[in-house]
């Protein structure tokens, strides 16, 4: 019944009913990957916070579960995060390794009338289906700051403690423990650096492998800034580059320039999976795919919100220093249905095959020289189509939406939103992610990443390609029809 509605993604994670927002809790335990979110199971719109709950052997194929966390009489229960406690340091488990969340509890002060956020903990002793409040919660509060939240904790190896990294208005706040239970201040970070456009949200942290196996470990922070009327673009993430030695990050002198983790509209409150085993190594983040400018306006019916694709982050050494790149995960992989596989083509050729095929949900994998230009429409009708354009000369790639279908539930919802590709190589690729609602392009060997939802009738499903010349060489085109198993 659900792949019958109108806008239902078919390989994204969308909730059976209700509201989400941010990823929460992602963890990896007992051969399983766990998804939280903030969850408003009475409603299509943001309300009293709950953790829902999936569960997946793939990232994937995701099983949705009953509710892990909801509020209870120290408040409603905001965004954080879950770790593996493998030595049972909080004394939960009897000596076993369990899972614990940390997360933010959000309420209302009476005596100082104001919002109050405090950190919490629960504990699950059947590998993450139910869960158990801490008796002592909550753990960590501010006496001044009002927004000081969304909890992300990692062992930290080389100092025997745990880190938590903590959003509190326009910085994020770094504190230790040795058990999740009594917190201690190290360090600051965030003033007079980075994008200060809207409250500092959903921070991370976390060490990547330069080119991973050179000696060169550095530290990647992600900070998710919330929406302000001001800016056009909304909530987004920004993310820097630098070392932390166990109590201060020192961002990398490149990091005085903003950088946003994602060019598109539509990825926000990203972060990564914890204790994904060390003989896989790779770090993986997921976004809530929309924007808090319209998050509460978008045209579903049942449900509202769904994540990105899960995203592998590494760091490489490329011409213009350290670069974060972003791929989609190779369990995407087995999805595809080889649709169309040309290879040394032109634009004509392309053309005449795209212009046979009708498609809701698919990749498309292309290759051409770093100095084309062309612009490819998806999603088609008479009226809509969606633009996923790179032009050579300028070095820019964009996704174009103003015609993609529905945007009337928000002016700033229409756009084109534009990103600057590196021409560090002779060849351009790009990896699109089409499904029911939404638009996920990867290009340059994953450099740059944009997101965005869109809203087509669900009969526009046509294809094309144009180009300033007809016969412009396209090296290799790939299209996949993406179907879960
Ligand atoms: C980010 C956010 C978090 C908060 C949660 C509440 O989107 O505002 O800062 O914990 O959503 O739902």
């Known amino acids: 019944?659900?792949?019958?509605?109108?806008?239902?993604?078919?390989?994204h994670f969308t909730p059976q009913q209700g509201w989400i927002n941010d990823p929460n809790g992602l963890v990896y335990f007992n051969d399983e990957y766990h998804l939280f979110f903030q969850y408003h199971p009475d409603g299509t719109t943001w309300g009293p916070m709950h953790w829902g709950h999936a569960i997946s052997s793939d990232l994937v194929n995701w099983q949705e579960q009953s509710i892990a966390l909801a509020p209870d009489e120290y408040g409603t229960i905001f965004s954080g995060s879950a770790v593996v406690d493998w030595h049972d340091s909080t004394g939960f488990f009897g000596g076993q390794a369990g899972l614990v969340a940390i997360f933010t509890h959000h309420d209302h002060n009476h005596e100082l009338d104001r919002a109050q956020q405090r950190q919490s903990l629960a504990y699950s002793?059947?590998?993450?289906?139910?869960?158990?409040?801490?008796?002592?919660?909550p753990v960590l509060e501010h006496k001044e700051l009002i927004d000081f939240r969304d909890p992300k904790v990692f062992w930290h190896q080389a100092t025997e403690q745990w880190i938590m990294i903590l959003a509190c208005g326009q910085t994020v706040h770094l504190y230790r423990s040795p058990n999740l239970k009594e917190w201690t201040f190290l360090s600051e970070f965030g003033e007079g650096i980075g994008s200060h456009d809207g409250v500092w949200e959903c921070p991370d942290l976390f060490p990547l492998v330069v080119d991973g196996q050179s000696a060169i470990t550095?530290?990647?922070?992600?900070?998710?800034?919330?929406?302000?009327?001001?800016?056009?673009?909304?909530?987004?993430?920004?993310?820097?580059?630098?070392?932390?030695?166990?109590?201060?990050?020192?961002?990398?002198?490149?990091?005085?320039?903003?950088?946003?983790?994602?060019?598109?509209?539509d990825h926000y409150a990203g972060v990564c999976w914890s204790d994904i085993p060390a003989e896989?190594?790779?770090?993986?983040?997921?976004?809530?795919?929309?924007?808090?400018?319209?998050?509460n306006l978008t045209p579903t019916e049942l449900w509202r919100g769904a994540m990105s694709l899960p995203r592998e982050l590494t760091l490489e050494q490329r011409a213009q220093g350290i670069t974060l790149i972003q791929q989609p995960v190779q369990e995407l992989l087995p999805m595809r249905n080889t649709i169309l596989s040309l290879e040394h083509v032109t634009i004509a050729d392309i053309q005449s095959k795209l212009n046979t095929l009708l498609l809701e949900s698919y990749?498309?994998?292309?290759?051409?020289?770093?100095?084309?230009?062309?612009?490819?429409?998806?999603?088609?009708?008479?009226?809509?189509?969606?633009?996923?354009?790179?032009?050579?000369?300028?070095?820019?790639?964009?996704?174009d939406r103003t015609d993609s279908g529905d945007h009337h539930f928000h002016p700033d919802f229409a756009g084109k939103h534009i990103a600057n590709v590196h021409q560090d190589q002779s060849v351009i690729d790009l990896r699109i992610y089409v499904d029911r609602s939404s638009i996920e392009l990867f290009a340059?060997?994953?450099?740059?990443?944009?997101?965005?939802?869109?809203?087509?009738?669900?009969?526009?499903?046509?294809?094309?390609?144009?180009?300033?010349?007809?016969?412009?060489?396209?090296?290799?085109?790939?299209?996949?029809?993406?179907?879960?198993?």
């Open 444 to 485: 340059n060997d994953g450099q740059v990443v944009i997101t965005d939802l869109i809203f087509p009738e669900p009969d526009a499903q046509g294809l094309d390609i144009q180009s300033l010349s007809q016969d412009l060489p396209v090296a290799s085109f790939h299209i996949y029809q993406l179907i879960p198993s």
């Open 125 to 137: 002793l059947d590998a993450g289906r139910t869960w158990i409040k801490y008796q002592c919660n």
């Open 280 to 295: 896989d190594g790779r770090r993986i983040c997921i976004g809530w795919m929309s924007n808090w400018k319209y998050a």
């Open 218 to 265: 550095k530290w990647v922070m992600l900070v998710s800034i919330g929406s302000s009327d001001e800016y056009i673009e909304g909530s987004r993430t920004q993310y820097f580059i630098g070392d932390f030695d166990g109590t201060t990050f020192t961002p990398d002198a490149s990091s005085y320039k903003v950088r946003w983790l994602d060019y598109g509209r």
């Open 363 to 399: 990749e498309i994998h292309m290759t051409a020289d770093i100095h084309s230009q062309f612009a490819l429409k998806l999603r088609t009708s008479q009226h809509q189509a969606t633009v996923v354009g790179y032009e050579g000369d300028k070095g820019e790639i964009y996704i």
């Open 1 to 11: 019944i659900q792949s019958q509605e109108k806008y239902r993604p078919l390989y």
